[in-house]
């Protein structure tokens, strides 16, 4: 059984340190929730341990087993196991959805897949999803509606069927109906024997998960961590209890982390999708 | 274009003539074919355009060059048109200049230049050109596009297409973009377990792919296809 495990995890982005040192363990087999307020460093975590070059790991470890993490490229990483949906997944121009299903699929099997295994899976997939296997000749994320990325980055997770997967506030921008479709599929995936590690601020998508454990991140570190009864204590009372029962005062939100990281995307976008206009 | 009476297309792969100047008589369309893949030398193509006449003209250059491409359109009948597609693909030591340029001289002829490139190495791609519309050429529209996506940091792309206007009844447009290549974009292909290399072939072919839909032989889309492929296979 695998297990992903951090130490004393520091993570700067654009030279100004988000992670101040943080531990968290998860393993095949369960689901951790984690919780916290804006900003205060779940989507740097989960974009770290996937290794966006946009955030500097500074101090600690990230190991899966026996294998240094940090030292893997984003690609090896996902090959080793690891999974992120991400919050925002990007838009590109001109790539079609298969195609690009078809190249991460190749780079997970030993050898490349038939056309036949591959449209049996893709098919499924779509199917399993509740998306238009039209879709699927698409360019990725291109025109999507918020809702349609996040399913699309779940089609992805069953295809590429992790150890362990990240999901960076997997249920923003779906309605009741999409998110008993994501949580079907992430309960799937849980019953094949993967682990999760999930950011969300709903107790609606972890009732329909069933997580094993939680964990509350605060100012760059992991405040507390436990039962699953803290879902429930975070969704009725915030994070106020916090510092009243624990005495750690809570940092005020600070986005600016995030803005960084998305000037490149967009300047991308322009340069092949607008006419100047 | 079926309205004119005569269609003629040139084609030409790699012998490309270092000067070609052509003539598309009143009412006859004229469709010209570039595809280089081999090493290219300064070249000039001059094109006059009679009245009613179309001129549409496609070149994908995955040429390792150094040179200047030239190419003049001169719409000189009112109604006439031009549509000219580039796909490019610099690397290495390439420096590689494209003077795409379109002349209004009558009315309501329509001009669209539209450049596509991508920089990689230690390469240079410039994209320039006038669209000039002369006093006189009313209810002209003419635009020009030009888009570099540089991938290596000691890469160099420009884009500076021109717009001169003598006339105050006309549409007229120009776009001119170079941007990196979108490192977001290319963790959320690493991140789904494909390697560098392959992401940055899969970014390219999204990109330059559109050319091939302009060439009518399959056997030359295929050709086009691969050196896509192998412009970024080599890092």
Redesign the interface.
């Known amino acids: 059984m695998s297990k992903l495990s951090i130490k004393n995890l520091h993570v700067a982005v654009k030279g100004k340190e988000i992670l101040h040192g943080v531990d968290l363990d998860v393993s095949e087999g369960e689901t951790l929730a984690l919780l916290g307020p804006n900003g205060h460093g779940k989507s740097t975590l989960l974009a770290a341990i996937m290794g966006n070059p946009a955030y500097q790991v500074t101090a600690g470890t990230i190991m899966l087993d026996d294998q240094n993490v940090l030292a893997l490229s984003p690609d090896k990483r996902s090959r080793a196991g690891l999974f992120l949906a991400m919050q925002y997944p990007s838009e590109i121009p001109g790539l079609n959805s298969a195609d690009f299903l078809k190249a991460a699929m190749n780079a997970h099997a030993d050898k490349p897949l038939s056309l036949f295994q591959f449209y049996n899976s893709l098919q499924k997939a779509y199917e399993a999803m509740g998306i238009p296997f039209e879709m699927s000749k698409r360019n990725l994320n291109e025109g999507f509606s918020g809702g349609e990325k996040k399913r699309n980055e779940m089609l992805q997770m069953k295809l590429l069927q992790p150890k362990i997967a990240l999901l960076d506030e997997i249920d923003s921008g779906l309605d009741v109906d999409a998110m008993g479709i994501v949580a079907k599929a992430i309960g799937d995936e849980e019953a094949r024997g993967a682990g999760f590690l999930v950011v969300s601020h709903y107790a609606r998508l972890y009732n329909m998960i069933k997580p094993t454990r939680a964990a509350i991140l605060i100012n760059g570190r992991i405040a507390v961590s436990g039962g699953i009864d803290l879902i429930e204590k975070v969704d009725t009372q915030g994070y106020e209890w916090i510092k009243t029962e624990l005495g750690i005062p809570v940092e005020k939100e600070n986005d600016n982390a995030m803005n960084s990281v998305s000037i490149g995307a967009c300047a991308t976008r322009v340069a092949v999708n607008n006419d100047g206009k | 274009m079926t309205e004119n009476e005569v269609t003629k297309t040139l084609t030409y792969v790699d012998e490309i003539p270092a000067s070609l100047s052509l003539k598309v008589p009143a009412k006859t369309s004229l469709k010209l074919c570039l595809a280089a893949f081999r090493p290219l030398q300064n070249t000039r193509i001059d094109i006059e355009v009679g009245e009613g006449g179309t001129f549409e003209g496609v070149f994908a250059d995955f040429s390792s060059s150094q040179y200047t491409f030239t190419l003049n359109v001169y719409l000189e009948g009112s109604h006439s048109s031009c549509d000219w597609h580039l796909a490019a693909i610099a690397d290495k030591n390439d420096s590689k200049r494209y003077d795409t340029s379109v002349f209004h001289k009558k009315e309501e002829s329509l001009g669209l230049m539209s450049n596509y490139g991508i920089a990689e190495g230690e390469s240079k791609l410039v994209f320039a050109g006038i669209s000039e519309i002369e006093k006189g050429a009313k209810k002209t529209h003419t635009r020009q ?1 030009a ?3 540089v991938f290596d940091p000691k890469a160099d792309g420009q884009a500076s297409p021109i717009l001169k206007i003598g006339e105050n009844d006309v549409e007229a ?13 290319l ?10 290399a ?2 940055k072939r ?2 390219t ?3 330059l ?2 050319i091939e839909l302009q060439f009518d032989s399959e056997a030359l889309r295929q050709k086009i296809d691969d050196a896509i492929e192998g412009g970024v296979s080599h890092d």
Not at chain 2, 187 to 195: A, P, T, V
């Open positions: 596009v888009k570099i996506i447009s120009h776009a001119a973009v170079v941007g990196r290549l979108s490192e977001e974009h963790f959320y292909l690493e991140s789904r377990g494909i390697d560098e392959m992401a899969l970014i072919l999204g990109y792919k559109p």
